[in-house]
């Protein structure tokens, strides 16, 4: 499937024409679009709602919860985190058996990098990346600390002002003494991919575990864990894939490998017998031993209303609209934005770009709420001049990425944001 982008010149008509055209466009339809003038991009922060979403969760109160009582957990919520976990992984290339939908990104990657530490107990480096998401950063500096500071973190850092990593910097690192890479496949502020599949063997050539972080890459960027022998990724349940405010999040151990983890959280729901309720645990047999408490029934159910809608979509679809509209960006980013004092946040090649556009301006920071108080616009500001502009392959139309470009030529060109503090509020 391809697009024939719009031609910049040509305007909001010629975006509109490629929206008519496009084999995807009625899938806005099916989320609630409350206001139509606001431009949103942030669906990489907090994806839209679906209104099939809506539906099931009203069923879910009013029949399951309501009338089924606790009846419930014999009628599908008990296997809802690995039923779940297998909808997200036909998105992620894996078989059935290797994904979670639980627990929240953060904790994930806790169990997972404290799974591997274990696993490779000789070893003393972990190895990551200073475009990380700080969270991920933090889980991996409380998991040295917790193994009492025998591991040091390694971090590469970017050579072009945090756009991309250099793979021999990375490899240079990647040694007998490491035990885990822990990276973001899609990285936060610009949204550079990582070769996942290359990384992945290097590490096993040494010996070394892999931990991916699909948080701004899962229901965007496609790929094949399983092909790929990816070792454990975590992902988020609220960005691509649409799965609501601090929606449960997921995780994928390889069938290959999921016998010789341990989680570091050992709660019933990861027990043998969790209904045996026997005073001494022991772990259950595979994947399941990665799940800790009660599932929330709730949350997860707006998750996995919303991972269907994807798998109709499919993947192959979904990126191929994603790099259409982000294509469309920065063309019309080179053409309306460049003159304005911006520069591209996040790499050309659209081959290694997800699915925002990172545009860089010294006032960032003021731009971002000029655009968000005054012009219907909302992107979201990263430190220290990023303007994130999360492009949603089934929510943003082309002429939504057009009105949002226009409009923020118009603030900064006016002056708009001159009005606006510099100082940081507690969340950008
Ligand atoms: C969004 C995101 C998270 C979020 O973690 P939470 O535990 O849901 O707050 C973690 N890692 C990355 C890379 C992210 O982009």
């Known amino acids: ?18 929206d008519s055209l496009d084999p995807v466009a009625h ?7 409350v206001d139509p003038n606001i431009v949103y991009f942030d669906g990489n922060s907090l994806g839209r709602m679906p209104k099939q979403t809506a539906a099931h969760l009203h069923h879910v109160i009013h029949t399951e919860w309501s009338d089924g009582l606790i009846r419930g957990w014999g009628r599908g919520w008990y296997e809802a985190p690995a039923r779940i976990g297998d909808k997200i992984g036909q998105l992620l290339g894996a078989a059935p058996g290797q994904v979670l939908a639980c627990d929240s990104t953060s904790v994930n990657l806790y169990k997972l990098v404290m799974a591997a530490l274990q696993a490779r107990p000789d070893r003393t480096d972990i190895v990551s990346d200073a475009l990380n998401f700080p969270s991920d950063l933090y889980i991996m500096q409380g998991a040295i600390a917790h193994y009492g500071n025998r591991h040091q973190l390694r971090l590469v850092a970017s050579r072009d002002n ?30 550079f991919i990582y070769d996942m599949q290359a990384i992945t063997q290097k590490a096993h050539a040494v010996g070394a575990l892999v931990i991916w972080d699909l948080s701004h890459s899962a229901g965007a960027v496609p790929m094949a864990l399983d092909a790929w022998q990816v070792d454990m990724v975590v992902g988020c349940g609220y ?6 405010p601090g929606a449960p999040a997921f995780l994928y151990i390889n069938k290959s490998i999921q016998d010789q983890v341990e989680s570091p959280i050992w709660g019933w729901f990861g027990q043998k017998a969790p209904f045996a309720f026997d005073l001494q645990y022991e772990p259950a047999p595979g994947l399941a031993r990665f799940l800790a408490g009660t599932p929330p029934m709730l949350s997860l159910s707006a998750v996995e209303s919303a991972v269907d809608m994807l798998n109709q979509v499919g993947m192959p679809a979904i990126r191929a609209k994603s790099v259409a509209i982000t294509e469309y960006m920065i063309a019309l980013f080179d053409a309306h934005l460049v003159d ?22 010294p006032l960032g920071y003021q731009i971002n709420q000029a655009l968000i108080a005054e012009m219907q616009v909302i992107p979201d500001f990263r430190e220290p001049d990023n303007l994130r502009l999360g492009l949603s392959p089934l929510t943003t139309s082309f002429a939504e990425v057009w009105h949002g470009v226009d409009r923020i030529r118009h603030a900064v060109s006016q002056g708009l944001h001159h009005k606006y503090p510099a100082t940081r509020a507690a969340v950008t």
Not at 239 to 244: M, R, S, T, V, Y
Request: aromatic share 8%.
């Open 239 to 244: 960005k691509f894939l649409n799965g609501g």
């Open 340 to 361: 304005l004092g911006f520069t591209l946040g996040s790499p050309r090649d659209a081959g290694i770009r997800g699915s925002h556009v990172s545009i860089r301006h």
């Open 27 to 33: 899938y806005r339809d099916q989320f609630v679009i």
């Open 1 to 18: 499937m391809s697009y024939n982008l719009p031609a910049v010149a040509a305007g909001l008509v010629a975006a509109q024409q490629a």
């Open 162 to 191: 945090e756009l991309t990593v250099t793979p021999d910097d990375l490899y240079a690192l990647i040694t007998p003494q490491t035990a885990v890479v822990v990276l973001s496949h899609v990285t936060f502020k610009s949204g």
